[in-house]
């Protein structure tokens, strides 16, 4: 059975740059004569907050470092948040060592977002 610990990332004020590393798993090497393996994230929600008069619109992607490549979008392509709302996403997405998630929104710290999830060890 595997012994995950529950954590929380966030809030954090999403930019206008649809491009920005929100969440990557720790990496872990080294060690005398042991190393250490990854972590993995197991994503369980995310809540997008506007604290705006206006709607705002946010985009996640999960991917390369730094990339939303057409085809890896996850949660929330475009998708506008009420003023002065939130939206929540419930599921189960899994990080590994090399999965950035990645994205912002249509207007410069308009919006946070803040999710619950699960950390492991790879491997």
Same mark, same amino acid.
């Not at 972590?39 to 506007?50: A, E």
């Not at 249509?106 to 919006?111: G, R």
């Given at each position: 059975?595997?012994?995950?610990?529950?954590?929380?990332?966030?809030?954090?004020?999403?930019?206008?740059?649809?491009?920005? =590393?929100?969440?990557?798993?720790?990496? $872990? +090497? #080294?060690?005398?004569?042991? /190393?250490?393996?990854?972590?993995?994230?197991? !994503?369980?929600?995310?809540?997008?907050?506007?604290?705006?008069?206006?709607?705002? =619109?946010?985009?996640?992607?999960?991917? $390369? +470092? #730094?990339?939303?490549?057409? /085809?890896?979008?996850?949660?929330?392509?475009? !998708?506008?948040?009420?003023?002065?709302?939130?939206?929540?996403?419930?599921?189960?997405?899994?990080?590994?060592?090399?999965?950035?998630?990645?994205?912002?929104?249509?207007?410069?710290?308009?919006?946070?977002?803040?999710?619950?999830?699960?950390?492991?060890?790879?491997?």
């Amino acid at each position: 059975m595997a012994q995950n610990k529950v954590f929380r990332f966030g809030p954090i004020a999403l930019t206008a740059t649809l491009t920005t =590393n929100i969440l990557n798993p720790a990496t $872990a +090497t #080294g060690g005398v004569n042991g /190393g250490s393996s990854s972590q993995y994230i197991v !994503l369980k929600h995310i809540r997008v907050v506007n604290k705006t008069a206006g709607a705002v =619109n946010f985009s996640l992607w999960l991917g $390369a +470092t #730094g990339a939303n490549t057409a /085809g890896t979008e996850v949660i929330g392509q475009g !998708l506008s948040v009420a003023a002065n709302s939130y939206v929540d996403w419930y599921g189960l997405l899994r990080l590994d060592a090399a999965d950035f998630l990645v994205g912002g929104a249509s207007a410069l710290t308009s919006l946070s977002i803040e999710g619950e999830g699960e950390v492991g060890v790879a491997g």
